[in-house]
């Protein structure tokens, strides 16, 4: 390992340095350059926008984005506005365990339990609340739940005109096919599967049933429901969890 | 998680019990601390004489003065004798690299600590915080007044009976008053002097900080600096929230490099429950703090080199900077508040683009940082702004408290990636560059050749970054894998504790230091044995920078205070916490 600190010395300027002239030359063409080589493909753009098209982003030298008209590509991990994600039969996966509203950091998610009529899903969100207004967009509440329930997407523009509208509900908040359909924001994070080998975030379906048969059987029996399509429309005596 | 019985390490026990006898004596200290003695109040200004003198010590750099409130501890760790209050010294010795931390224990009726400012100057605005936030006296201390808080303010907030919600108003007549403003107009010498106000909104302040000037002509003849405009009550949130849900306001301290506070942070508290990430998390963590580190200075030199005129640079080093912000939203998810690190190591693992996307960063970042190097470096303006501005000498460097790059461009070689390696640094090939003339002009220079050898350890932990997983598999301290919480019963139990109770973390207290891109930025740590830290201090690097701001711009001219302020790169967010 070469010696720990090198001293480093104050450049010695040369002659035409100091009399200064060829340098402010010198540094002209520079940024002149620099100038010229934005300004060529730039002209190309103004081309574009006079018959209101963007530009392909390959013909641009400078970096800066044309919002609204174009946005950033974020990752598959951005962390923006939360979704509820929903079971195969629509039903929410979320089951009220408060896991992500005691992992909040800002205390910004309010959830109200109740009884869910499926015995299998036992528990349901009456009231699932995030205010958006204090969400400091950590993703917390995805890494703390356990059912798979939710995620966020690459939705970040989110403004309001009051502070109401800006306390999303469980309406705002249920995924909806405009959330990953062509032009929508698309998943952002979600959560992470770690070192598990089994499988990829995306493709896995937690199915708690699946896995204890005797239950789904137990179900079958006791709870001989009709094809769920009733139960997040009209929730029956909801009680709130103690 | 190991459990070694905590022992003393000091070095100089001996000689310290042969000169203070029952007076000040070693303590022990717990896995992964920094030696520490006790010392009582009394012999407290002997013994700082003696640590900062003695052949044996040389304790020059007074790093921290942290303050706590040991009345709600737990029954059996109360403290046996019965004195509510704490604070603990972290120094440093710039000769025998080595950390000490002294503590002093006084009692809630009379809370009162000799001042150590003439020992030394650093501990003025410590010791004004420790005042302002934990109400300890010190006695004869120059200027003893609120400082993060404002005059109107009422209690102390980090004591633990301080109900933490309460609102003071801040009237106009609170804010004005700074004692240089006001003796303006007594003074015998207010002829054709004239009080000027800069900030706290103010385009060359770069954050909400507050300097009065007092200049003569335009000669600055006194100043006087405020902060605790930002001030967001970091260390009282944090004891109310988990340690993993401490992450979040990490990021938010210096708001320039946040990964560079997560990473610290996480290390601190792994550091005190014994945990080890693997090589991989450990790499990750050394590659994006140092490309935060090249953000951060990215940032100082392009916002000073606007302040002084050289606005096309600006442009050139924030492309860089922009690009890189790319790169670390793929692994974390946003560009600045990262939330990167966990206790036990990452959210994610690194995209499978990175080693590429890095590469190619690393020349883009290149480019532009010597495009600026060219256009600027040998620039006879830019020299005639810098250099000889600003002036810090190597002594007044280390009695300020300085650390990071402004200590090195005052020609001290302590870099803790070097002096106390972390993360596995000391398996990297890089140099630390130094300057010995203190002036505004090293500043800048040591910035740029600090960025050419991050990128050098970038370049190696590329090269070389294990596989494997990101994470400890101890699921006392990490989440365990989704699988297992889906399907596992056991699984789901961890998940639950963790999210539910927290971290476990043992009873004890650490102080954890990080370099990061303005200095040595240290966590003090103390934990009650539950999921919550009972006190977090934060050691900010711009706070003694700051502090010395008044005294390095006296007798320059007002311009030459902004290039100073710039390029000593305080950052509003880890100043005020």
């Known amino acids: 390992m070469p010696a720990k600190a090198v001293t480093l010395t104050v450049p010695e300027l040369t002659f035409w340095e100091r009399i200064y002239l060829v340098e402010v030359a010198k540094g002209l ?24 098209k963007l530009p392909p982003a390959g013909e641009r030298s400078i970096p800066t984005i044309y919002y609204p008209e174009e946005k950033r590509n974020y990752s598959n991990r951005f962390r923006g506005r939360h979704i509820l994600k929903k079971r195969a039969d629509d039903t929410l996966r979320c089951v009220a365990c408060y896991m992500c509203q005691t992992a909040c950091p800002a205390d910004c998610i309010d959830i109200v339990a109740g009884e869910h009529p499926v015995l299998a899903y036992e528990k349901y969100p009456v009231k699932f609340e995030i205010d958006l207004l204090r969400c400091v967009m950590c993703g917390f509440c995805v890494d703390a739940c356990p059912k798979d329930a939710i995620w966020m997407t690459r939705d970040y523009e989110l403004s309001f005109f009051d502070r109401k509208s800006a306390v999303y509900g469980i309406p705002e908040l249920t995924e909806k096919p405009g959330d990953t359909a062509e032009g929508g924001p698309g998943y952002g994070y979600r959560p992470y599967y770690g070192a598990s080998p089994m499988r990829k975030a995306g493709e896995f379906q937690p199915s708690g049933l699946a896995l204890m048969p005797f239950l789904d059987l137990r179900n079958k029996a006791i709870n001989r429901m009709p094809a769920p399509a009733a139960p997040p429309a009209a929730p029956p005596a909801a009680k709130p969890a103690a | ?40 109040p009394a012999s407290l200004h002997d013994v700082a004489l003696f640590l900062r003198d003695d052949p044996s010590t040389r304790f020059d750099l007074l790093l921290d003065v942290a303050s706590i409130d040991r009345s709600k501890l737990p029954a059996e760790q109360l403290p046996r004798d019965g004195k509510r209050f704490q604070a603990s010294y972290i120094l440093y010795s710039t000769r025998r690299n080595e950390h000490l931390r002294v503590k002093a224990a006084v009692p809630e009726a009379r809370p009162s600590l000799p001042s150590l400012v003439d020992v030394w100057p650093a501990a003025n605005w410590f010791e004004r915080e420790a005042w302002d936030l934990m109400g300890i006296d010190f006695e004869n201390h120059p200027n003893q007044k609120r400082l993060l808080t404002h005059n109107g303010f009422v209690g102390h907030a980090l004591r633990k009976d301080y109900e933490a919600g309460q609102r003071w108003l801040c009237t106009e007549e609170d804010i004005l008053q700074t004692d240089l403003a006001s003796k303006t107009e007594t003074a015998e010498d207010a002829f054709e002097t004239m009080t000027l106000n800069f900030g706290p909104s103010h385009p060359a302040t770069h954050g909400t900080l507050r300097a009065v000037f007092r200049l003569d002509g335009e000669t600055i003849v006194a100043a006087e600096g405020e902060c605790g405009y930002l001030h967001r009550c970091f260390e009282k949130m944090s004891e109310s929230h988990t340690y993993s849900q401490v992450i979040p306001y990490t990021d ?25 990430i693997p090589p991989r998390a450990r790499a990750v963590r050394v590659i994006l703090s140092e490309f935060s580190r090249i953000m951060d200075h990215l940032v100082c030199i392009a916002a000073n080199l606007v302040d ?27 560009r600045l508040t990262s939330s990167y690190a966990r206790i036990g190591g990452l959210s994610n693992d690194v995209p499978e683009n990175f080693v590429e996307w890095s590469r190619r960063l690393l020349v883009e970042v290149k480019k532009q940082v010597d495009e600026v190097d060219r256009l600027v470096s040998r620039n006879g303006i830019a020299m005639k702004r810098l250099r000889g501005t600003g002036l810090v000498t190597k002594e007044n460097a280390i009695a300020w408290g300085f650390t990071g790059p402004c200590l090195r461009a005052s020609g001290v070689p302590y870099d803790l990636r070097k002096d106390k390696p972390y993360d596995g640094y000391e398996t990297y090939d890089f140099d630390i560059p130094v300057m010995n003339d203190g002036d505004n002009y090293s500043r800048y220079y040591v910035r740029m050749e600090e960025m050419r050898q991050s990128a050098r350890i970038i370049e190696q932990g590329l090269s070389r970054l294990p596989s494997g997983p990101v994470n400890s598999d101890d699921y006392r301290v990490v989440l365990p894998p989704k699988e297992m919480v889906y399907n596992e019963m056991e699984g789901l139990i961890y998940h639950f504790k963790l999210v539910f109770e927290g971290i476990q973390v043992p009873a004890g207290e650490i102080y954890s230091s990080t370099e990061g891109a303005n200095g040595e930025l240290g966590y003090s740590i103390v934990s009650d044995g539950s999921g919550r830290p009972y006190r977090i201090k934060v050691r900010p690097p711009c706070f003694p920078l700051f502090a010395a701001f008044e005294k390095m711009v006296v007798g320059g001219m007002v311009s030459d205070a902004v290039a100073t302020l710039g390029l000593l790169n305080i950052i509003a967010g880890e100043l005020d916490r």
């Open chain 2, 308 to 334: 002084i005129g050289a606005l096309t640079n600006f442009w050139f080093l924030f492309q860089a900077r922009e690009e890189i912000y790319g790169l670390l939203e793929a692994c974390c998810g946003a």
């Open chain 1, 29 to 52: 063409f520079r940024t002149m350059s620099h100038l010229l080589r934005n300004l060529l493909p730039t002209l190309k753009t103004d081309a574009y926008a006079l018959f209101g």
């Open chain 2, 252 to 276: 938010r301290l210096n708001y320039c490099s946040p990964m560079i506070n997560g990473n610290g942070y996480a290390r601190a508290v792994e550091q005190m429950l014994g945990v080890e």
């Open chain 2, 1 to 40: 998680m190991s459990t070694d019985a905590p022992v003393s390490t000091v070095s100089f026990a001996p000689v310290l019990e042969r000169k203070f006898a029952g007076r000040a004596r070693p303590e022990a200290s717990g896995r992964g601390d920094v030696p520490t003695i006790s010392v009582d």
